[in-house]
């Protein structure tokens, strides 16, 4: 048993002689904080996401490889507001590696700082569906809000490698640039729609629906984290008839039957939106993000008309 | 050195060493986000000022003067266990109707080197400290270790409580191998090593250290009596949707009969197998699994040693977001009377009305040693609340 431990130690000390030109391990749960880390890092950072664009970023499988990738990170960014709470505590707990725990050098909670919306004012049960007590976690889907992260991550970046305070600058400067010019564009091609009424799946888009001025009408889901029923389908039929909302909006990684008959009797439009970096190919960074969901949602008005 | 070290790594393996958990029903630590200075910081380049965010307001939650003296008491949550049996059997006769275990958990942050999680299991009169642990989660050179009571580490099944389990009873070969329906439960030292691998294999050896006590299974007059447990648990990711588990456990444990005895001893042994598939789009509705244990058991007693073999292989199917079929077969020799074989078959169908509760049919046949034949039908209902647990994996 000695000698096991020992010949453990001996190769530990091997593996951690890292390489003088080490980059920042970045690992987070979500594509979208990865790839703003590595718009802010560049080749500085190594970025890696558990959660992959197209998956409920809720139900993540608590795999072993990802605590191995836990116990090498230098940062974790994560979205906070218990939307990883079903994962990744277990995985925190067993990466060995105690930077990245909350409270610790390498831990970004990424919500401190962003506009959260639907913040309980009241006592919430669980009467209400899959309720998130700190507030709606799908934030992200607000570019205001990217740029409170990438400010958030560049900071962090910076005080893990004071080397690369520069570049961390720089790249958000240029971050931050291309985002105002992008919401521009953005909020021009959306202004026509101000104030459309849309439904949704499942209740993940109140900071886009706020930043774009639409307006969510109602769900698919009749609680968050339930599965549509009949009764409350009929309900969500009468709705986008009475008040003629023109779209409903479902992520990728739903079941599209309903809302699909729901379009079919209704006459509105079932829109694909992806909420994540990731979630079809061509969504390589956080501006071809809205890119694509704004031209999804402009299209989908237009042909209407 | 590589060599060397990869050689006793092989050597733990084919020693049948086991493995280690992403332990069953470890739940949330204390989720209070840590506040820190809102993004006040002044950007480099100057954003449009309309579209700053206002400050965030405070956590709704648990703040506020009168809940202050609570901020640090542990997440709580209680999980019921309710069992109705129709059928017959006359060896394990479960009563019909019964609240067959309600499991208190408690769980928190100790201080920035630990955290304690405690399991109190209630069973109509009797309480029992089913864990209660300390996890050293900040120690360096990528050790964790566990002090305390804990589910010792012996195959995969044993690491998980019984409201986790794919099935609402045990398996035969931890009924008959491990002690009976609790499984093996020991008090003491639990030390893991995260072993370096290429890519991100997963490779994790676990030493173990009890009390040579465990109702059932060891039994400790002396107090020089121990028992051990080695495990060697090893994971990859076939694809982004697969992935494949496999663990080597070897366990060592006395059962003298009194302080006269001399101390004989039993020895386990156990490989266990899973195979998940989740295609991370569809992975609400679909997803399958299949696992299987081997155990081997050899006892030694007054009247010799007596080997006994078991196993079980069974798979899960998910149909839709809330349902699962399954299907499992069993076997298993008697560990103090090898020559005994137990076997069963079962299908099951279960359903989650939410992810805090479910509902779960299982039809059971066993067959027992000298003929003894049991259809039974099983139903059990189990629910949660308080603190959101993890899922177990």
Redesign the interface.
């Known amino acids: 048993?000695k000698k096991?431990s020992a010949?453990?130690?001996?190769?530990?000390t091997?593996?951690l002689s890292a390489p003088a030109f080490a980059k920042v391990n970045v690992v987070s749960t979500l594509q979208d904080f990865a790839s703003i880390a590595e718009s802010i890092g560049g080749n500085r950072v190594d970025a890696f996401a558990l959660a992959?664009g197209?998956?409920?970023p809720h139900?993540v499988?608590?795999?072993?490889?990802f605590?191995?990738?836990l116990?090498r990170a230098d940062l974790l960014v994560v979205a906070?507001?218990?939307l990883e709470?079903?994962?990744?505590?277990?995985?925190?707990?067993?990466s060995?590696n105690?930077k990245i725990?909350?409270?610790n050098a390498g831990y970004l909670?990424a919500?401190?700082?962003?506009?959260?919306l639907q913040?309980?004012?009241t006592q919430v049960t669980?009467a209400m569906?899959?309720v998130h007590?700190?507030?709606n976690p799908h934030y992200w889907t607000?570019p205001?809000?990217g740029?409170?992260i990438a400010?958030?991550i560049a900071?962090k970046l910076s005080e893990l490698d004071p080397a690369g305070k520069a570049v961390y600058?720089?790249n958000?400067?240029a971050f931050?640039?291309k985002l105002?010019e992008k919401?521009k564009e953005w909020d021009g091609k959306m202004a026509p729609y101000a104030g459309t009424k849309v439904v949704t799946f499942h209740d993940s888009w109140p900071n886009f629906a706020k930043h774009f001025k639409l307006v969510v009408a109602g769900h698919v889901e009749p609680k968050p984290?339930?599965?549509p029923s009949p009764s409350h389908t009929l309900e969500i039929i009468n709705l986008i008839q009475a008040q003629k909302i023109p779209v409903i909006i479902v992520e990728?990684?739903?079941?599209s039957k309903t809302p699909k008959s729901i379009a079919e009797k209704t006459g509105a439009a079932m829109l694909t939106f992806y909420p994540s970096v990731g979630g079809v190919p061509e969504i390589k960074d956080y501006f071809s993000l809205f890119d694509k969901d704004i031209d999804t949602f402009v299209a989908a008005m237009k042909a209407k008309k | 050195?590589?060599r060397?070290?990869g050689s006793?790594a092989c050597a733990?393996l084919a020693a049948g060493i086991a493995f280690s958990s992403?332990?069953a029903a470890?739940?949330?630590?204390s989720?209070t986000?840590?506040?820190?200075p809102?993004?006040?910081?002044p950007?480099?380049?100057p954003?449009?000022a309309a579209?700053?965010?206002?400050?965030?307001?405070p956590?709704?939650?648990p703040s506020g003067s009168s809940q202050a003296s609570n901020y640090f008491n542990p997440s709580v949550s209680v999980i019921g266990n309710f069992l109705g049996v129709a059928g017959k059997n006359s060896v394990e006769n479960l009563p019909n109707l019964s609240l067959r275990e309600s499991e208190l958990g408690l769980q928190a942050i100790v201080d920035?080197y630990a955290?304690a999680d405690f399991f109190l299991s209630f069973n109509g009169s009797n309480v029992d400290v089913e864990e209660g642990y300390l996890?050293f989660?900040?120690?360096p050179?990528?050790?964790?270790a566990k002090v305390g009571r804990m589910r010792v580490q012996f195959g995969k099944i044993n690491t998980l409580h019984l409201h986790v389990l794919p099935w609402p009873d045990e398996p035969l070969p931890i009924v008959n191998l491990l002690g009976g329906e609790e499984g093996w439960i020991g008090d003491g030292v639990s030390v893991s090593?995260?072993?370096?691998?290429p890519a991100?294999?997963?490779s994790?050896?676990t030493?173990q250290v009890f009390r040579g006590e465990s109702e059932g299974l060891f039994h400790a007059p002396h107090r020089s009596d121990l028992a051990y447990n080695a495990h060697y648990?090893a994971?990859?990711?076939i694809s982004?949707s697969s992935?494949l588990?496999l663990g080597f456990s070897y366990g060592y444990g006395p059962n003298a009969e009194s302080t006269q005895d001399l101390t004989r001893h039993t020895r386990l042994e156990a490989i266990d197998a899973t195979f998940?598939w989740?295609p991370?789009?569809?992975?609400?509705?679909r997803s399958a699994s299949l696992r299987g244990e081997l155990y081997r058991s050899r006892r030694d007693q007054l009247d010799g040693r007596q080997t006994a073999r078991g196993w079980f292989v069974s798979g899960e199917y998910q149909l839709a977001?809330?349902w699962y079929a399954g299907a499992r077969v069993e076997s298993s020799d008697r560990a103090d009377d090898g020559s005994k074989r137990d076997t069963g078959q079962a299908v099951l169908l279960t359903f989650w009305p939410?992810?805090?509760s479910q509902l779960r049919g299982e039809l059971r046949r066993r067959r027992y040693a000298g003929g003894i034949n049991a259809t039974e039908a099983l139903l059990q209902l189990q629910f949660a609340?308080g603190a959101?647990g993890?899922?177990p994996?």
Do not use: W
């Not at chain 1, 010949?7 to 530990?12: E, K, N, R, S, W």
């Not at chain 1, 499988?61 to 490889?65: L, N, Q, T, V």
């Not at chain 1, 709470?85 to 067993?94: S, T």
């Not at chain 2, 090593?193 to 691998?197: F, I, K, R, T």
């Open positions: 048993m096991i010949v453990l130690f001996a190769a530990l091997l593996g992959k197209y998956q409920d139900f499988d608590a795999k072993p490889s605590i191995v990738r116990s906070g507001l218990e709470i079903g994962y990744l505590p277990p995985l925190i707990d067993q060995r105690d725990h909350a409270g909670d919500s401190v700082g962003c506009d959260i913040r309980p004012t669980r569906g899959d007590p700190y507030g607000d205001e809000n740029r409170i400010r958030a900071r600058e720089k958000l400067a931050e640039t105002t919401e984290g339930i599965p990728p990684y739903f079941d | 050195m590589k060397r070290f006793i733990a992403t332990s470890q739940q949330t630590p989720p986000p840590t506040p820190e809102a993004a006040a910081e950007s480099p380049t954003a449009p579209a700053e965010p206002p400050p965030a307001p956590p709704a939650s920035p955290r996890t989660t900040s120690l050179a990528k050790f964790l090593h995260l072993l370096p691998m991100d294999l997963f994790e050896l030493l648990r994971y990859g990711d982004e992935n588990e998940r989740k991370l789009q569809q992975g609400l509705y977001k809330r939410s992810e805090f609340i959101h993890a899922h994996f």
